[in-house]
């Protein structure tokens, strides 16, 4: 098979000839010199170049429907797999997405036929698939107080799902769009929160602005103030305040009603990479620069500092995230050199250090304390999740089935089970009431970024790497 420019010129022509296009035909053909060339004269129907897009589309597509054997699927398989577009089908990123949701229903089916369990007693749920997104999906959240699901990805989007008791879509997603300042690239979406109450959603941007939304997908407000992306963002539980962390170095306190600037706090010396309000005046604050602060609105110097530099015991690689436990009197913190933290403000060093074999990338307080004793879950690169008694720094269970890095983790809303999210393209569920034994599993198209618990405890959401978000039903 032969193609040359001039068989694709006289396609072109006769194409613009036939639509009306008199002008444009004329100039085209002079500048080509299609009119000169022996091709001309050749006699091809109406509507050529169409008709061979048309079988070109088809196809593409038998590609993308061909299963991992290279047999063509199962027209039941592909029912919730959109079809090509004429453009879709020129842009191989798409076409792979295609490809991978269709392995992931393939997958799925496999795991049903299996009799639904794994060869460690574990059920596979059989996840529903929301698609829209064009990238990477980074963070996903549910409402506190709808049945609202919030996803922000790398194509410069969040979205809102509306979903039934099923996970199903009840309607068409609202699509949040970051908009970029004219002739500059749209930027992704780094982080997400909903508000205590559910009425509004904060984004966070590597454009370097936060946004408030509407939970009916309205902008009320564009924050703009930090110099570079913004990293982390979090709600105090008033709700009259967010706060960002931004590459800038800088941490901002915003007024959620106005969206003005509240207070600038300049104090790391590197990237910030994660906040978190211990109460409604008073943060944490965490950065590459090793460092954690404690610090309140308001007041121009740190209430804590905690670093190697000037106490003992301080972190000494980046510092990936902070969360304050659930009675605030405790701040935990996990970093590239392979430790968890517990720190005190009663305290200048950290009361206990937790380890893992390898980079600890989040972690978790469990909203109910086991007999009163804090429990903190943290997610490795060393591929599992431990579980600690954090005050005492033994650790109760080690949750190991993952076979790449753990990137996120989340309680059910009651303590009694753990799901944890992996780039190995897995969701697992854990039963901390049966001494850490996985009780349910599913599996995505791509690595998985975070995952996360609706308020009920009967859901769980995964954001992945090929662009989909999974929502699973949970059966205790």
Request: with cysteine.
């Amino acid at each position: 098979m032969n193609i040359d420019s001039d068989h694709v010129n006289y396609l072109v022509w006769r194409y613009l000839q036939e639509s009306g296009f008199q002008h444009s035909a004329f100039t085209f053909g002079q500048e080509s010199s299609i009119v000169r060339s022996s091709v001309a004269q050749v006699k091809i129907p109406p509507g050529a170049l169409i008709a061979h897009l048309q079988r070109a589309l088809i196809y593409v597509q038998a590609e993308v429907n061909l299963t991992a054997g290279g047999r063509p699927a199962d027209l039941d398989d592909l029912d919730q797999i959109d079809a090509l577009t004429l453009i879709e089908s020129a842009q191989p990123d798409v076409c792979e997405r295609r490809r991978a949701m269709l392995r992931t229903r393939l997958s799925e089916k496999e795991n049903d036929g299996a009799g639904g369990a794994d060869d460690k007693g574990a059920s596979a749920a059989k996840p529903v698939v929301l698609t829209g997104h064009e990238n990477e999906v980074f963070a996903c959240a549910w409402n506190p107080a709808y049945n609202l699901l919030a996803s922000g990805s790398s194509d410069s989007t969040a979205r809102i799902w509306s979903l039934d008791s099923a996970g199903l879509a009840k309607e068409e997603c609202l699509v949040l769009r970051h908009l970029a300042p004219h002739g500059e690239d749209a930027k992704d979406v780094t982080s997400l929160e909903w508000s205590s109450d559910g009425t509004l959603l904060a984004t966070g941007s590597y454009d370097g602005a936060g946004r408030i939304w509407t939970r009916g997908g309205e902008l009320q407000s564009r924050l703009s103030g930090h110099s570079g992306p913004v990293f982390a963002l979090n709600w105090n539980k008033k709700g009259d305040l967010l706060v960002t962390s931004s590459v800038d170095q800088s941490v901002i306190v915003w007024d959620s009603a106005s969206g003005q600037l509240r207070q600038r706090f300049q104090f790391h010396s590197a990237p910030c990479l994660d906040v978190n309000w211990r109460d409604n005046k008073c943060f944490a604050s965490c950065s590459q620069d090793q460092a954690i602060y404690v610090c309140q609105v308001g007041r121009s110097t740190p209430i804590k500092r905690y670093d190697n530099g000037t106490l003992s015991g301080g972190h000494t690689d980046e510092v990936n995230a902070i969360r304050w436990d659930p009675s605030a009197k405790y701040l935990a913190s996990c970093s590239d050199d392979c430790t968890a933290k517990i720190w005190s403000l009663e305290m200048d060093g950290p009361l206990q250090s937790l380890k893992h074999d390898n980079k600890i990338y989040s972690l978790k307080w469990s909203p109910a304390p086991a007999k009163g004793v804090p429990v903190l879950a943290s997610a490795s690169f060393d591929h599992t999740t431990k579980i600690w008694s954090a005050l005492e720094g033994t650790c109760l269970f080690t949750l190991e089935g993952h076979t790449n890095p753990v990137y996120s983790v989340d309680f059910s809303p009651d303590g009694t089970h753990i799901a944890s999210g992996s780039f190995d393209k897995s969701v697992m569920v854990w039963s901390l009431e049966d001494d850490g034994r996985m009780v349910q599993t599913f599996t995505a198209g791509g690595g998985i970024f975070e995952v996360c618990w609706d308020k009920d405890g009967k859901r769980i959401a995964a954001c992945c790497q090929d662009s989909t978000v999974l929502v699973a039903d949970f059966s205790a």
